[in-house]
């Protein structure tokens, strides 16, 4: 039976965060920043979860239950603060909300 | 207790439909114009990953995906993405910048250096699992003993972020 090495579940993992590293540099909307580091907190989860699975220890397991409940936490705290950008400036791209830049 | 699924179908099977399928919704997501699009997109990585994760034998964290991440987190980004009512001259327009050369080559870079060091870890999976391994019960009593400050913590967390995200969303207060 074939079984899928742990490599290529890190592989996986490291081109999701890959994909969300790149939509946090690339794009300038900040819906799409904040989906790509949700995307991110996943691929590191899953790097939890496939090293748990080879080590037979759950730990990672716990650590995943944090990561989830502290990126829930993020996302509420995030979009409310997009949602102040956008009453004051009516735009929520990233390139230009830049006061703090100067 | 072997893994679930691994007795059934070869486990190949199984993930490797389900990476070119987290794969291309996080590409959709990239690329998509439409904030609502990539937010579709990204529901159907998180599914995939929740696949991944049955495939792993992590049942709990698997129904918490769905439920948390697909369900709550994404009706969230929805819901903001329609408040907004963006129009078609907010989306953002395609452009072949230095700035997006440079973001895409070094995420680029990122994996194929993080996939030279993945090479050189031992190989296989072990076949059999501690009984219980992944399920409610064995996670559940985890969380209760060994990380039960880091789970109180987290209570904290969550009642500071709705206060803090009412305190400042909202207009007047």
């Known amino acids: ?102 | 207790m072997t893994p679930l699924l691994g007795v059934l179908v070869s486990e190949a099977w199984v993930f490797y439909p389900l990476a070119v399928l987290t794969v291309g919704g996080a590409l959709a997501m990239l690329l998509s114009r439409n904030p609502i699009y990539a937010a579709m997109s990204l529901v159907l990585t998180f599914f995939g990953l929740a696949g991944l994760y049955v495939l792993l034998s992590a049942e709990l964290i698997a129904a918490l995906q769905i439920i948390v991440y697909a369900g709550a987190i994404m009706v969230l980004f929805l819901f903001v993405v329609m408040l907004l009512n963006l129009g078609d001259a907010d989306l953002e327009m395609p452009r072949l910048s230095v700035g997006t050369i440079v973001g895409g080559g070094s995420a680029l870079a990122f994996w194929c250096v993080s996939w030279m060091v993945f090479q050189h870890l031992p190989e296989a999976m072990p076949a059999t699992l501690p009984e219980g391994f992944g399920q409610v019960a064995s996670v559940g009593r985890l969380l209760f003993t060994q990380f039960i400050l880091p789970f109180e913590a987290t209570s904290i967390l969550l009642l500071a972020a709705i206060v803090g995200a009412v305190v400042v969303a909202k207009a007047k207060i």
């Open chain 1, 1 to 102: 039976m074939a079984t899928v090495p742990l490599a290529h579940y890190l592989a996986l993992a490291s081109a999701l965060f890959a994909v969300g590293l790149a939509a946090v540099l690339v794009r300038r909307s900040a819906l799409v920043v904040f989906m790509g580091v949700e995307l991110m907190l996943n691929a590191a989860n899953l790097t939890f979860l496939s090293f748990s699975r080879a080590h037979g220890a759950q730990e990672g397991h716990a650590i995943a239950f944090f990561v989830i409940a502290v990126a829930a936490a993020e996302a509420a705290i995030g979009l409310a603060i997009m949602i102040a950008v956008f009453r004051s400036r009516k735009t929520v791209n990233v390139d230009e909300v830049d006061a703090l830049k100067y």
